[in-house]
Structures are given as structure tokens and as C-alpha cells.
């Protein structure tokens, strides 16, 4: 499987404190990548180093063999990006706003329509083509900018926080749209802090905290690492503790030797348990 | 320079001045006002001081629009956050600045070109050209000129969040010191600020083309006036693809494209 994207010993500084920190990070072609971490870990700035948003100040990146430095026009036409925040022309219709993106790269006459046409089905926004885009709720605003970073057919699409602020609706269709979209052969890269997100979405995950990358691997790759299992028991002292055992037996025998306790439960370690280890404690301290 | 870029931009500029009726008051409102204070004022005269009401009132609109635009042009994307996905395209800021100056140079135009018919239809006052088609091309050189101010103008508005103060505070100057209001010789030690702007030479030049004379200190003729204002637009220009390109980078490193 060839590697799409290449992130090698990027360094991202604003003033003294440096946002990404030495990442090394690969991406294969064909996969969905999730980013994890917790706020300021440096996620976005990451997407913006990559998308050629914002310049970095060591290190090498490069998208589809093009170094975003070098070569950023060929990088560009290979990337396409969802932001957090709605980055649409309020004073345009959906259809105007797909335009405007369609024109500004460059896709022929002849071609614009058909694409603007077929992706808007793809997503389900038929109905919604000639209306203002203020008009549209979270979920419909989603989709529309979706269509726009499609338009040029990337092969990576990064979204950053995709679902922040949409309701559960809408989160599972955009889910959907972003499986639907991977199967017919688009990377994608995901940055969230919803873990449930990236554990359904993602066939490999990066933890990154304080601009480093901290973790690698498959949701369950990672979980193993901890344990396959894990005990979950609120105390006498009124505080959740968390142990992690390679086996169920091993997990069993814990829980009945726990004494005072309220309330205990076992149940299969998920990437949760792995984000908080790793971020809230091995790395950043409890 | 990516002509669908352009024209995207063209349309997109075109759409938001229809959709949003704030325009309409620098745009439209403002240098008809003017003209109404401006000719009442100067009822009972003629010839040159008449040209200069109507001029003024002319030049007023096309720089009024032209000042908002270029100072909106990239603050508003930077509002609405749709700078990002501009820069993340394969056209260049400057194809998007080019495509949306094309449609206010437009409208400045036709701003100016309906201040003179209204001029003469409801004051009866209007201009009598010695050079018509000189003094519609003169008009065209004039908004270009304005157009090149705004275009570096733009660039330094990205720097700031009081855009909108800056551009209230620029109105005025660029009117006065065109000599677009009263000859420049009238403003004494403050003339050669005039020289250093390519609408005082554009504007005499259109006195040239309407009654055969300007009012420059140093009149060499209409030709004379048209190269002077190509030497500074052209400077303005480079100065403003300077400017974008250093805030360009300056944005890129600080990641401060969206600031609002």
C-alpha cells in the first residue's frame, strides 16, 4: 500500500511554543486516518501545515509525491479540506457557493454542472441547491461544504472535527457519506476529539499531545497495548479508577478482590481508555 | 492569471453587492448627495466651477466604491472564513483581487457616468466636453487610477481589524488632494502630496478632455498626464502584489488567516 501522505520532523512554532513538535506521521492511500487529541495538542495546525494553510518551520511534507513547498499547486489539486468552522459565502446560494469553488479550480464549463449535480445527490442535498446557505442548518451547511472540497475529486480529504456542533442525525449521515466516499477510493484524514468517531470510523489512528505524535496504530492495536480488558470501579473515596488486564480472568479476579467499592464493571478496553492513559497521564501527567 | 478564477470572483463580488444594500449608500447615495450640495452651492456660477462640482461628485463615487470594495475585498473573506478555501485552490489572491476589482471598477463607472446625466437632467447644469470620447476615456483612466490605490490599500487592510475606520478615515484625503474638489493649487505646502497620486493626474486630464485645460502646476498636456498616472498606477500595482505576497506569508506563518 503506498503512502499518500509524508509528514517527516515538521516543526511548527508560534513565538516560542511549538504547536507540532518533530511529527513524524504517514498516511497510506485508501485509508481513513483518524488524528486524536485533546485541545491545543496541535490537530488543526497539523491539517493546516498539510494542506499548505500554514507554513512550518522545519521538517518536510509532501502529498500524492508533491512537496507542499515545491510543488503546492500539484499538492492542491489532490487535496481537499472540510473545515471545523462553516467556510461558505453566506450572501450565496448552496449552488452559487459550488460554483464559485468549481471555477476557482478551474474545472471546465462542460464538466462543472455535471459534478456540482452528481455530488449533491451523492450527499442528498438536491433540494436544498437554491437556497441561502444561511438557511440551512449545522448538518445541511456540512454537506454543502462537503460538495465544494469534492468538486475537484482529491484524492485525500482531510476534515477537521467534522461533527462538532451537529446532532446525532446528522453526525450518522455524515458518517456515512464519509464511508461512502472512502470506498470509492478517497483517503481520508480525520482529526476529532470524539473517540466514538474515530473508533467507528477509523482503520488507524495517531494520538498526538503537546505537538507530538504519541501513538500509532489500529483502534485495537492500541487497546491491546493496554490490555484487552478493563475494570472500571467507583470507590469509597468517590473517584473512578480504571486497571486494564490482558485476560477477562485476570480482569475477575481484580474485581473480587476489590473491597469497598460502589459500583464495578468490566467490560473491553476501547480507545477511550487509550486516549486518557496516554494524554492524561503517561504523557501530560494525571 | 486563471481567467475562471477571475470571473468566479467577478460573479461572486457581483452577487454580494446585489444581495447586500449596504453598498448602496457609498456606492449610490453618497456621491449623489454630494453633487446635490456641491451644484446648490454653486448655483449661480459656471464653466469651470460647475465642471468641478459635477466632477467631484463623479469622482467621489467611483472612490467611495472603490475604497470600500478594495478594503472589503479580503476583510469579508476573512469574516465569513472563506479565505481558506481560496487559498487552499490553485488560483492565486490575486486573481480573486483582480476578478472582484473588475466588477467595482464597473460600478464606479456607471456611478460616475449616471452622477453627470442626473447632473444635467435635474440641474440642468451639465458639463458642455470639448472632447467627449478623450473625456470618457479620461473618466476610464480615473477609475483605474483609484482602482490601484484601493488595490494596495486592500493589501494593507488585511493587517488591521479597523478596516472599516481606516477606510471612513481615507475617504476624504484622496478626494481633496486628487484635486477632484478645487484645484490643487489651493492647497498651498500640501500640493506635492497631489503629484505622488495617480488620480490627480488622471483627474486633470479629464478637465483637459472637458474644457481644454487642467489645473496642475506642471501641465505638459494630456499626454503628458495619461503617462504620469500609467507611471504611479503601475507602481501602486507592484507595490500592492508586493504587499500581498508579504502578508501572504506573514498570515501563513501565523496562522492567522481567519482572525475574526
Known amino acids: 500500500m503506498s503512502e499518500i501522505i509524508i ?90 457557493n459550488m460554483m464559485h469553488h468549481a471555477m476557482m479550480h478551474k474545472i471546465p464549463k462542460s464538466e462543472r454542472m455535471r459534478r456540482i449535480n452528481e455530488l449533491a445527490d ?46 446525532v442525525q446528522a453526525r450518522r449521515l455524515l458518517w456515512d457519506i464519509i464511508r461512502k466516499l472512502n470506498d470509492n477510493g478517497t483517503t481520508i484524514f480525520l482529526t476529532s476529539h470524539y473517540i466514538e468517531e474515530v473508533e467507528a470510523l477509523c482503520d488507524r489512528v495517531g494520538i498526538i499531545n503537546d505537538g507530538k505524535l504519541i501513538a500509532l496504530g489500529t483502534p485495537s492495536e492500541l487497546c491491546n497495548k493496554l490490555g484487552s480488558t478493563a475494570v472500571e470501579y467507583y470507590g469509597a473515596d468517590n473517584k473512578t479508577e480504571y486497571k486494564y488486564f490482558t485476560s477477562r480472568e485476570e480482569a475477575n479476579e481484580f474485581a473480587s478482590s476489590l473491597g469497598d467499592v460502589k459500583t464495578v464493571i468490566i467490560r473491553n478496553t476501547n480507545l477511550e481508555d487509550c486516549f486518557v492513559e496516554l494524554t492524561g497521564k503517561s504523557v501530560s501527567g494525571p | 492569471m486563471n481567467l475562471k478564477a477571475v470571473t468566479a470572483a467577478f460573479k461572486q463580488q457581483g452577487i454580494q453587492f446585489l444581495a447586500d444594500p449596504q453598498w448602496i449608500i457609498p456606492s449610490i447615495i453618497a456621491p449623489f448627495m454630494f453633487t446635490i450640495v456641491a451644484l446648490y ?35 469579508y473573506d ?22 472582484r476589482s473588475i466588477w467595482n471598477a464597473l460600478i464606479g463607472l456607471l456611478n460616475a457616468v449616471l452622477v453627470f446625466i442626473s447632473a444635467e437632467a435635474i440641474f440642468g447644469v451639465g458639463v458642455s466636453l470639448a472632447d467627449p ?30 478596516s472599516f475606520v481606516v477606510m471612513t478615515i481615507l ?22 502630496i497631489s503629484y505622488v497620486l495617480a488620480p490627480t493626474w488622471s483627474v486633470d486630464a479629464l478637465k483637459i478632455a472637458a474644457i481644454g485645460h487642467g489645473d496642475t502646476i506642471v501641465s505638459l498636456g494630456l499626454s503628458f498626464n495619461v503617462a504620469i498616472a500609467f507611471v504611479l498606477m503601475a507602481f501602486y500595482i507592484a507595490a500592492a502584489y508586493f504587499l ?15 482572525r475574526y
Not at chain 1, 50 to 72: A, R, W
Open chain 1, 7 to 96: 509528514v517527516e520532523g515538521v516543526v511548527k512554532k508560534y513565538g516560542d511554543r511549538a504547536a507540532v513538535n518533530g511529527l513524524d506521521l504517514r498516511v497510506n492511500e485508501g485509508e481513513i486516518f483518524g488524528f486524536l487529541g485533546p485541545n491545543g495538542a496541535g490537530k488543526t495546525t497539523t491539517v493546516r501545515v498539510i494542506s499548505t494553510l500554514t507554513d512550518y518551520s522545519e521538517g518536510s511534507v509532501s502529498v500524492g509525491g508533491h512537496d507542499i513547498l515545491k510543488d503546492p499547486k500539484e499538492a492542491k489539486k489532490l487535496m481537499g479540506v472540510i473545515q471545523q468552522h462553516i467556510s461558505l459565502d453566506t450572501d450565496l446560494t448552496v449552488r452559487e
Open chain 1, 122 to 167: 451523492y450527499v442528498g442535498l438536491d433540494e436544498y441547491m437554491d437556497k441561502m446557505i444561511n438557511t440551512l442548518s449545522g448538518g445541511w451547511k456540512k454537506r454543502a461544504a462537503t460538495v465544494c472540497s469534492l468538486l475537484h475529486k482529491p484524492k485525500v480529504l482531510f476534515l477537521d472535527e467534522p461533527t462538532v456542533g451537529l446532532d
Open chain 2, 41 to 75: 452651492m454653486h448655483t449661480d456660477l459656471t464653466g469651470p466651477v460647475v465642471l468641478t462640482a459635477v466632477l467631484g461628485g463623479g469622482v467621489l463615487g467611483m472612490w467611495g466604491n472603490m475604497l470600500f470594495a478594495s478594503g472589503f475585498t479580503i476583510t
Open chain 2, 78 to 99: 476573512r469574516y465569513n472564513g472563506t479565505i481558506e478555501p481560496i487559498m487552499m485552490t490553485p488560483s492565486h489572491m490575486i486573481d480573486v483581487i483582480a476578478g
Open chain 2, 133 to 162: 470620447l478623450m473625456f470618457f476615456a479620461m473618466l476610464v483612466l480615473t477609475l483605474f487610477a483609484l482602482a490601484s490605490i484601493g488595490l494596495m490599500l486592500a493589501a494593507l487592510f488585511v493587517l488591521t481589524r479597523a
Open chain 2, 171 to 192: 475617504q476624504f484625503p484622496i478626494y481633496v488632494f486628487s484635486g477632484a474638489l478645487f484645484p490643487i493649487q489651493q492647497l498651498g505646502v500640501f500640493a506635492p
Open chain 2, 244 to 258: 500581498f505576497k508579504i502578508i501572504e506569508r506573514n498570515i501563513r506563518e501565523s496562522g492567522a488567516l481567519v
